[in-house]
Protein backbone atom coordinates (compact mmCIF):
# COMPACT_ATOMS: atom_id res chain seq x y z
CA UNK A 1 0.00 0.00 0.00
CA UNK A 2 2.82 2.19 1.23
CA UNK A 3 4.33 1.40 -2.63
CA UNK A 4 1.28 2.66 -4.55
CA UNK A 5 0.83 5.73 -2.16
CA UNK A 6 4.47 6.76 -3.03
CA UNK A 7 3.87 6.14 -6.66
CA UNK A 8 0.59 8.41 -6.68
CA UNK A 9 2.54 10.67 -5.03
CA UNK A 10 6.43 10.63 -6.75
CA UNK A 11 5.51 12.97 -9.66
CA UNK A 12 3.73 15.90 -7.75
CA UNK A 13 6.42 16.06 -5.59
CA UNK A 14 8.98 16.34 -8.34
CA UNK A 15 6.72 18.65 -10.14
CA UNK A 16 6.67 20.52 -6.49
CA UNK A 17 10.19 20.97 -5.90
CA UNK A 18 10.71 22.91 -9.34
CA UNK A 19 7.81 25.63 -8.26
CA UNK A 20 5.04 24.40 -10.30
CA UNK A 21 2.02 23.90 -8.21
CA UNK A 22 -0.17 20.59 -9.43
CA UNK A 23 -3.22 18.74 -8.72
CA UNK A 24 -4.37 15.19 -8.86
CA UNK A 25 -4.91 14.61 -12.98
CA UNK A 26 -6.89 11.75 -14.47
CA UNK A 27 -4.95 9.56 -16.51
CA UNK A 28 -5.44 9.34 -20.36
CA UNK A 29 -5.52 5.49 -19.82
CA UNK A 30 -6.28 2.88 -17.08
CA UNK A 31 -2.80 2.08 -17.23
CA UNK A 32 -1.03 4.14 -14.24
CA UNK A 33 -1.99 4.33 -10.40
CA UNK A 34 -5.69 4.43 -9.31
CA UNK A 35 -8.22 4.57 -6.22
CA UNK A 36 -11.51 3.56 -5.82
CA UNK A 37 -13.74 1.40 -3.71
CA UNK A 38 -14.76 -2.31 -3.09
CA UNK A 39 -18.27 -3.54 -2.21
CA UNK A 40 -18.73 -7.14 -0.53
CA UNK A 41 -16.79 -8.94 2.24
CA UNK A 42 -14.88 -6.86 2.76
CA UNK A 43 -15.70 -3.59 1.80
CA UNK A 44 -13.07 -0.82 1.65
CA UNK A 45 -10.76 1.27 -0.59
CA UNK A 46 -8.74 -0.04 -3.50
CA UNK A 47 -5.99 1.20 -4.59
CA UNK A 48 -3.79 -0.39 -7.90
CA UNK A 49 -0.81 0.80 -9.77
CA UNK A 50 -1.68 -0.95 -13.25
CA UNK A 51 1.50 -1.34 -14.95
CA UNK A 52 0.55 -2.56 -18.83
CA UNK A 53 -2.02 -5.49 -19.77
CA UNK A 54 -0.40 -7.87 -17.93
CA UNK A 55 0.35 -7.25 -14.29
CA UNK A 56 -0.98 -5.01 -11.24
CA UNK A 57 -0.49 -4.50 -8.35
CA UNK A 58 -3.43 -4.07 -6.06
CA UNK A 59 -4.23 -3.42 -2.24
CA UNK A 60 -6.85 -2.43 -0.09
CA UNK A 61 -7.56 -1.36 3.23
CA UNK A 62 -10.85 -3.15 4.25
CA UNK A 63 -13.63 -3.34 6.75
CA UNK A 64 -16.31 -5.55 7.97
CA UNK A 65 -19.11 -4.51 10.08
CA UNK A 66 -20.42 -8.53 10.11
CA UNK A 67 -17.29 -9.69 11.70
CA UNK A 68 -16.18 -6.48 13.48
CA UNK A 69 -12.62 -6.48 11.74
CA UNK A 70 -10.47 -3.86 9.28
CA UNK A 71 -7.83 -5.08 7.20
CA UNK A 72 -5.17 -4.45 4.38
CA UNK A 73 -4.21 -6.72 1.85
CA UNK A 74 -1.53 -6.14 -0.98
CA UNK A 75 -1.69 -8.70 -3.99
CA UNK A 76 0.87 -8.74 -7.02
CA UNK A 77 -1.91 -9.83 -9.98
CA UNK A 78 -1.10 -11.22 -13.48
CA UNK A 79 -3.43 -11.34 -16.34
CA UNK A 80 -3.94 -14.68 -17.75
CA UNK A 81 -6.43 -14.40 -20.63
CA UNK A 82 -8.02 -11.61 -22.07
CA UNK A 83 -11.21 -11.33 -23.25
CA UNK A 84 -11.59 -9.24 -26.84
CA UNK A 85 -15.47 -8.42 -27.41
CA UNK A 86 -15.95 -7.89 -31.73
CA UNK A 87 -19.07 -5.79 -30.36
CA UNK A 88 -17.34 -3.80 -27.78
CA UNK A 89 -13.46 -3.13 -29.85
CA UNK A 90 -12.88 -0.24 -27.03
CA UNK A 91 -13.28 -2.68 -24.53
CA UNK A 92 -10.92 -5.44 -22.44
CA UNK A 93 -11.55 -8.54 -20.28
CA UNK A 94 -8.63 -8.50 -18.55
CA UNK A 95 -9.16 -12.31 -16.23
CA UNK A 96 -6.82 -12.07 -13.61
CA UNK A 97 -5.04 -14.83 -11.02
CA UNK A 98 -2.30 -13.49 -8.22
CA UNK A 99 -0.70 -13.75 -5.37
CA UNK A 100 -0.64 -11.62 -2.12
CA UNK A 101 -0.52 -11.28 1.28
CA UNK A 102 -3.26 -10.32 4.15
CA UNK A 103 -3.13 -8.45 7.67
CA UNK A 104 -6.52 -8.18 9.57
CA UNK A 105 -7.97 -7.82 13.25
CA UNK A 106 -11.04 -8.17 15.04
CA UNK A 107 -12.75 -8.98 17.46
CA UNK A 108 -13.00 -12.70 18.96
CA UNK A 109 -15.06 -12.89 21.83
CA UNK A 110 -14.03 -10.11 24.11
CA UNK A 111 -10.80 -9.23 22.57
CA UNK A 112 -9.01 -8.36 19.26
CA UNK A 113 -7.36 -10.76 17.63
CA UNK A 114 -4.98 -10.26 14.53
CA UNK A 115 -3.51 -12.61 11.52
CA UNK A 116 -1.84 -12.92 8.90
CA UNK A 117 -2.87 -14.82 5.41
CA UNK A 118 -2.16 -15.79 2.32
CA UNK A 119 -4.58 -14.28 -0.62
CA UNK A 120 -4.85 -16.03 -3.69
CA UNK A 121 -6.96 -13.77 -5.70
CA UNK A 122 -9.05 -14.26 -9.10
CA UNK A 123 -11.58 -12.15 -11.21
CA UNK A 124 -12.17 -10.28 -14.32
CA UNK A 125 -11.90 -6.80 -15.09
CA UNK A 126 -13.59 -4.22 -17.25
CA UNK A 127 -10.89 -2.22 -18.75
CA UNK A 128 -11.92 0.89 -21.27
CA UNK A 129 -9.23 1.41 -23.85
CA UNK A 130 -9.50 5.33 -23.50
CA UNK A 131 -11.47 5.77 -20.35
CA UNK A 132 -8.78 6.67 -16.86
CA UNK A 133 -11.50 3.92 -15.06
CA UNK A 134 -11.86 -0.02 -14.57
CA UNK A 135 -14.49 -2.03 -12.53
CA UNK A 136 -13.84 -5.79 -11.01
CA UNK A 137 -15.22 -8.33 -9.83
CA UNK A 138 -12.84 -10.61 -7.73
CA UNK A 139 -13.02 -13.58 -5.52
CA UNK A 140 -9.48 -14.09 -3.11
CA UNK A 141 -9.43 -17.61 -1.59
CA UNK A 142 -7.48 -16.96 1.89
CA UNK A 143 -5.90 -19.58 4.06
CA UNK A 144 -4.15 -17.79 7.65
CA UNK A 145 -0.75 -18.52 8.43
CA UNK A 146 0.05 -16.79 11.61
CA UNK A 147 -1.08 -16.72 14.85
CA UNK A 148 -2.94 -19.60 13.51
CA UNK A 149 -2.20 -21.77 10.83
CA UNK A 150 -4.86 -23.45 8.24
CA UNK A 151 -8.20 -21.45 8.71
CA UNK A 152 -9.75 -21.00 5.54
CA UNK A 153 -11.67 -18.09 4.35
CA UNK A 154 -12.70 -16.15 0.94
CA UNK A 155 -12.69 -11.90 0.71
CA UNK A 156 -15.04 -11.47 -2.60
CA UNK A 157 -16.10 -8.09 -4.19
CA UNK A 158 -16.44 -5.76 -6.74
CA UNK A 159 -15.58 -2.38 -7.04
CA UNK A 160 -14.61 0.06 -9.34
CA UNK A 161 -11.10 2.83 -9.65
CA UNK A 162 -10.42 6.04 -11.30
CA UNK A 163 -6.80 6.30 -12.84
CA UNK A 164 -4.50 9.13 -12.19
CA UNK A 165 -1.56 10.17 -14.22
CA UNK A 166 0.79 12.46 -16.16
Keep these: ?11 DQQNADSGD ?9 PYSVGAGIMLGNPT ?21 VTTASVGLHADYQRT ?5 DPNAPELTFPIYVGAGARFRTREKGKTARANWALRLPMGIA ?10 FLEIAPTVEFWPDTGEVGVDAFVGGRVFFGP
Design 126 to 135: LVPDNLPVDA
Design 1 to 11: MLVLLSLAFAN
Design 80 to 84: VFQID
Design 21 to 29: VRSFQLSEN
Design 44 to 64: GLSLAWRRDEMSTVAGGLTWS
